[in-house]
């Protein structure tokens, strides 16, 4: 199958599938603002989550990626919602502010997996400023579908800038950036922002 970027895996049902750039359970149901990619490189673009899509997987490998979607709208909510309570606390009198908080669980190795996958869904055939389009290597591939373990170093960071005195902003805003191996435009990984949270997914390891 042409439209299927884990396609080295051999086993390809042969049903095309849309597949959203970002997983849909992140997206909610409002309308989403685009730029960046292809058909929306230099200009914002309104458009609703059922059609912030692409046919990039096959019907059989978009669906076993739906355990490693559903981690990564969770680890998004959970990061969020530490954000808010600490947040909240901050702003308590030190007489009001409660003893403990409550334990954010997120499942950090699915997490490492989707956020890999959705760089993928965004670099994808991506032959931006005229470079040849991008596939992914079975060796990433398979890193998506946790059939290898990661090199030494390599995988998920993460890190905030939590500001206690920042209100929280809108949980509509997400960016997303390709990281690239020295030196090329081949891709290594990417980063993704949703307010004060960072995620970047590595396979070279970071300074």
């Not at 970002?22 to 059922?50: H, M, Y």
């Not at 669980?105 to 931006?128: C, F, M, Q, V």
């Not at 890193?143 to 995988?155: A, E, M, S, V, Y």
Request: some cysteine.
């Amino acid at each position: 199958m042409r439209d299927c970027w884990a396609k080295c895996l051999g086993d390809c049902d042969g049903k095309q599938s849309s597949e959203h750039y970002i997983s849909a359970n992140i997206l909610g149901q409002g309308p989403v603002t685009v730029r960046g990619l292809p058909w929306c490189r230099d200009e914002f673009k309104t458009i609703s989550p059922a059609n912030f899509v692409r046919n990039m997987l096959c019907k059989r490998h978009n669906e076993e990626l739906s355990p490693v979607d559903d981690a990564g709208g969770n680890a998004w909510r959970e990061l969020q919602a530490f954000a808010a309570s600490a947040k909240r606390a901050a702003s308590l009198p030190k007489e009001a502010k409660p003893a403990s908080m409550r334990l954010q669980a997120i499942d950090g190795p699915r997490l490492e997996r989707w956020l890999l996958k959705t760089i993928t869904n965004i670099a994808y055939l991506n032959d931006s400023e005229g470079e040849p389009p991008w596939t992914p290597s079975c060796e990433w591939v398979e890193l998506i579908f946790g059939l290898r373990t990661w090199p030494d170093n390599c995988g998920l960071y993460l890190e905030t800038n939590l500001s206690l005195g920042r209100p929280l902003e809108s949980d509509s805003y997400i960016s997303a950036r390709i990281l690239t191996y020295p030196g090329t435009k081949d891709p290594c990984g990417g980063q993704m922002k949703l307010h004060d949270w960072g995620l970047t997914v590595s396979l070279t390891p970071l300074s």
